[in-house]
């Protein structure tokens, strides 16, 4: 069973806070940007972008390896799962295609909102799967329905 547009909202939501608390701890645990020097040229981009790759490794990795599911999916136990077969994609693809994805909400508050926009308009179409599942092939399903049936 498909999962419904509001509980993948829900779950964006929250590795949208998620995930940049964890690369904040990593910032201050390593010290990556609390240095003077780090801003003597502007904004450290490539810094904050590795660090946002980190948080996003370290909230979702193992998830995504083990089940196809970032901590707010799992959460909302929702999943995502390969069209064709119904498995978990490869890792690789859900960190090389899907995640790639997830800098557009942060990027939508610094004015690339309608990159955004046009990923999630996708979303409110009856097979509700954003640009980025079409282009990963992916598909996000309900995983209460799937343990209710089996526990039957």
Not at 68 to 89: E, R, Y
Not at 111 to 137: E, K
Request: charged content about 15%.
């Amino acid at each position: 069973m498909l999962a419904s547009f509001w509980r993948r909202l829900l779950a964006t939501a929250v590795d949208f806070l998620v995930v940049p608390l964890a690369a904040m701890l990593v910032m201050l645990v390593t010290g990556v940007i609390e240095d003077a020097q780090a801003w003597v040229d502007g904004f450290p981009w490539i810094r904050v972008f590795l660090l946002g790759v980190a948080g996003y490794l370290l909230v979702n990795g193992v998830l995504l390896w083990r089940s196809g599911q970032t901590f707010g999916k799992w959460l909302l136990k929702i999943q995502v799962v390969d069209v064709q077969s119904g498995a978990t994609p490869p890792f690789w693809k859900l960190i090389a295609i899907r995640a790639v994805f997830f800098p557009l909400l942060h990027g939508s508050f610094i004015g690339y909102w309608y990159l955004l926009l046009v990923d999630v308009v996708f979303a409110l179409r009856n097979d509700r799967r954003c640009l980025h599942d079409h282009i990963c092939s992916t598909k996000v399903v309900s995983i209460i329905n799937a343990e209710t049936v089996e526990q039957s």
